[in-house]
């Protein structure tokens, strides 16, 4: 699968896909990762990317026509193939585990970054296939939640993670929010490991990770709980 990213500030990106998971699955050939600058994209003697907007008020736009370049370069770089074009943005449909499932099985991804207070509205229709925000918080520009959405989504590809967290992607718990876990020391600040896990009885420790997953989900995410079908007073 590839991934191209469009954005005003490359570097951003250098730390995270250089140690992340997305390296492995670079190395791996599982994935490939390009990342260009809208700014190449300019033809003033500025190289300006911003432009103000119509109906006044505070802050910029982005400019179409970089953007629509860039975008137009990167489908070119993939003739023939039909990336689905994604516009990070708190206005943007909720993203969860099934969108991030949803976007593994394509053959590639845009992630169109904006910055400023966004893109111009004609650009977004002609141009985005789906607008995502990764949660209820302005940021100063989709480039964080661009390399959420990258992670989530790499981690899905086969042969991405080893056997063991493989598993655990889709486990039994699945839909509810997971069980508390403890390592060693049996004893650590005065405060003992529940006896539960520590009695060797797997069908016991089952019931009660199920249990603790079952009310933290209740307790923290009604939503979640129902969604998951669970009863009001189980
Ligand atoms: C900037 C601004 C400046 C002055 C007045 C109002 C303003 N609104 C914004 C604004 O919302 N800018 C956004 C910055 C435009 C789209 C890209 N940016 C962005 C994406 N911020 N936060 C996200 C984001 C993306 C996905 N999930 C959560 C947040």
Redesign the pocket.
């Known amino acids: 699968m590839f991934f191209e990213i469009l954005t005003l500030f490359p570097g951003m990106f250098e730390s995270v896909f250089a140690e992340s998971i997305v390296r492995r699955a670079i190395d791996k050939g599982v994935v490939s990762v390009g990342i260009d600058n809208i700014r190449d994209y300019t033809g003033d003697r500025h190289r300006t990317v911003d432009d103000y907007p119509y109906g006044g008020g505070?802050?910029m736009l982005m400019k179409p026509e970089p953007v629509v370049k860039a975008l137009d370069a990167a489908r070119k770089r993939h003739a023939g193939l039909s990336p689905k074009i994604i516009f990070?943005?708190?206005r943007?449909e909720l993203f969860n585990h099934g969108i991030a499932r949803e976007l593994s099985a394509e053959q590639g991804l845009v992630l169109l970054c904006?910055?400023?207070?966004?893109l111009d509205q004609r650009v977004v229709e002609k141009h985005v296939d789906r607008e995502?925000?990764?949660?209820d918080?302005?940021?100063?520009?989709?480039e964080l939640?661009a390399m959420v959405v990258v992670e989530a989504v790499t981690r899905l590809l086969p042969g991405v993670l080893g056997n063991e967290d493989s598993a655990a992607v889709d486990s039994f718990f699945d839909g509810l929010l997971s069980p508390p876990e403890y390592t060693r020391p049996e004893i650590f600040d005065g405060v003992s490991v529940p006896e539960v896990l520590l009695s060797g009885n797997h069908a016991r420790i089952r019931e009660w990770q199920e249990r603790q997953a079952r009310d933290i989900t209740m307790a923290r995410r009604p939503e979640l709980w129902r969604r998951y079908g669970g009863e009001k007073d189980i």
């Open positions: 505070p802050g990070l943005s708190p943007g904006g910055r400023y207070k966004g995502i925000s990764i949660g918080y302005v940021l100063s520009g989709g939640a």
